[in-house]
């Protein structure tokens, strides 16, 4: 099973940038769906985007849309995660993910994405910005 290894967050200045990696064990083109996530403290955690098998960014989520710009470097098994103007809250841990089969379907019922989950997660990293 695939094992995923973020890099140290860290703090920054409020209107700052910051680039959040991603290593994995395998390589993850064509197998797994990623994902990244952030958790505020005493708040569950939220999506920030999924990347499909090809690489495809969806879904970035409203709290980092328009900050937040997701790529990936096959050659060295990496998703990057940069976000651009950060806010304070914007700090959290944020979490990369893995998963084999697509972590959401479309459900008929509620006429939206239901989300199934992403079965690996790497440890976490803490992204800190201050005013």
């Known amino acids: 099973q695939v094992q995923l290894v973020e890099s140290w967050g860290g703090a920054v200045q409020a209107g700052g940038a910051l680039t959040l990696d991603c290593g994995a064990s395998?390589?993850?083109?064509?197998?797994?769906?990623r994902g990244w996530f952030r958790q505020a403290s005493g708040k569950e955690r939220e999506l920030d985007a999924h990347?499909?098998?090809?690489?495809?960014?969806?879904d970035y989520a409203v709290a980092g849309e328009g900050r937040s710009i997701v790529s990936r470097d096959e050659g060295k098994n990496t998703l990057y995660l940069k976000m651009n103007k950060l806010q304070p809250g914007d700090t959290a841990v944020y979490y990369c993910?893995?998963?084999?089969?697509?972590?959401?379907?479309?459900?008929?019922?509620?006429?939206?994405?239901?989300?199934?989950?992403?079965?690996?997660w790497g440890q976490g990293t803490q992204v800190t910005v201050s005013s």
């Open positions: 395998e390589s993850t083109d064509g197998r797994y769906w």
């Open positions: 993910a893995a998963n084999r089969g697509p972590p959401r379907r479309w459900s008929e019922t509620l006429g939206q994405w239901e989300e199934l989950g992403y079965a690996f």
């Open positions: 990347i499909d098998t090809d690489g495809r960014v969806l």
